[in-house]
DNA sequence: CGGTTCCTTGAGAGAACTCAACGTCGGTGG
DNA sequence: CCACCGACGTTGAGTTCTCTCAAGGAACCG
């Protein structure tokens, strides 16, 4: 249902080597610790308009592990207004929020060509009780998320938001040229910004000379000056090498 | 440090019958799983002014479990400003957000006389191995911790924000008439509302006939105007027992 | 080409903030 | 006992940041 084999619908499926590092499955650099997560998750591919990978309201399955792309977590209140409760990029595990309640407290699609590592709870869990690294795993992950959140949660400006979401996507998506993979809608709408607020800020970041702006290839610049704006946030304490953790 | 036994520094300690019901240490309504949480937990009363719990940026040597009273989580920007990133009422699990980084978020003080479990990390890293449901329960606390963050990070109306925090705090706190343990100024802070709009508004309640306001004391009238208003947050989807989750 | 989605730019409106002052309460000490 | 102090709550007036509304341009796709 709603993952129909189109043709489009396939990513590179023969990715040996995970390119994710802090994938559920993963120790870290190396393939040194195995958690067991890799012997009972399949993969598979989600576009952008080809469904949900759960909805708002189901009980919980499976939880996925971003293998490639960018998806995003939203809820639809009584108005019709969608309010995205966070993106997910490779390493980051989807369904995390859900387990408290045992039921999907969002709806997850993807807003970028992705790929994503499915593992049902009821293979999970047994799991867990043999793999207590697995759960060491799952605790930190979502830790992360929680921390995410309260950073982001504070009432901080229009600047200050940006500036933080742009040094936090180019931390996560590696060097170069930020490459955003979704629309300046959906960032506004996850800073808490009209569209109009965040292209207009974007302009402003570019007339100062602290980013080039190409519309979705964004350069940056003055790290420092965005740094310097971004600070109050605390997104990014320091360059913790989060592989390590345990 | 900072927790000398001052005179007025004693609560119950003397608590055999654990009142918390969601502890780290218990399954829920009865005693019927252990989790082994309560082997090494040492308790220790927390009085407001006394010191922090931990600092920010403080390597996490121990996670703690509320049993009585109430705790704010805050940092202090580069400009000297508050944030407060939560509070943990009887039955929060304090110090989950800093497993992820090992490094805490935040610093915890008490902002009414509280009483906490400590859990040494060293002892409780071994007991998670061998106890997996201890490692569920963390989870499920992480999971519901980041799900009212996520709640709450949306960009709602002063009105919405406090008749949704108003409702969360008469839920965790009991029926009857609702005491606040936090001032005015920490509950717009948390809210990202300025100590006026809080008061304003809550005038405005009282206009309407939706809440009997004593200082601290507030009798909830009208519920279910106040759950129209809150509705958009989302934050009390159903009233599940999350006893009962695992 | 039409249609759609996304981005851009401008002008006006509104919700909440800031600043400033005052009242109240509970301690503390002369 | 009363004066003083600090923390907290209350109330008013002006300001500001961001949103809303409106419209147009650019890119993409069937």
């Known amino acids: 249902m709603a993952f ?14 995970c390119p994710v ?14 958690t067991g997560f890799e012997t009972l998750a399949s993969r598979r591919a989600v576009m952008p308009g080809s469904g949900a ?39 980051d595990a ?20 992705s790929q994503v590592c499915v593992a049902p709870l009821d293979e999970l869990k047994p799991l867990m009780l ?6 060491t795993r799952m605790i930190e992950q979502t830790s992360r998320e929680l921390a995410l959140a309260l950073s982001l949660s504070g ?26 993979p979704m629309s300046q809608r959906d ?16 302009k402003s970041f570019g007339r100062k000379n602290w980013i080039a702006p190409g519309e979705r290839l964004i350069r940056i610049i003055d790290e420092y000056a965005l740094q310097r704006l971004a ?7 320091d360059h913790t090498d989060w592989a390590q953790a345990a």
């Open 155 to 180: 009432d901080f400006t229009a600047d200050q938001r940006l500036a933080a979401f742009l040094l936090y996507m180019r931390q996560r998506l590696g060097g170069g040229a930020l490459r955003l």
């Open 231 to 237: 600070a109050p946030v605390g997104l990014l304490h």
């Open 187 to 202: 960032i506004g709408n996850y800073l808490r910004l009209a569209t109009e607020t965040v292209c207009r800020t974007l």
């Open 94 to 113: 989807i369904g995390l929020d859900a387990i408290g309640e045992g039921r999907c407290m969002s709806t997850v699609v993807a807003v970028a060509p």
């Open 130 to 135: 043999r793999q207590p690294l697995l759960a």
């Open 53 to 91: 990978l759960y909805h708002v309201g189901d009980s919980l399955r499976s939880l996925y592990s971003v293998r490639a792309g960018c998806l995003k977590a939203y809820t639809v209140d009584a108005e019709g207004n969608e309010r995205i409760r966070g993106f997910y990029l490779p390493g």
């Open 21 to 34: 590092n802090q994938c559920l499955g993963r120790s870290g650099g190396g393939c040194s610790t195995r």
């Open 4 to 17: 129909d084999a189109t043709p489009q619908n396939r990513i590179s499926n023969e990715c040996l080597v």
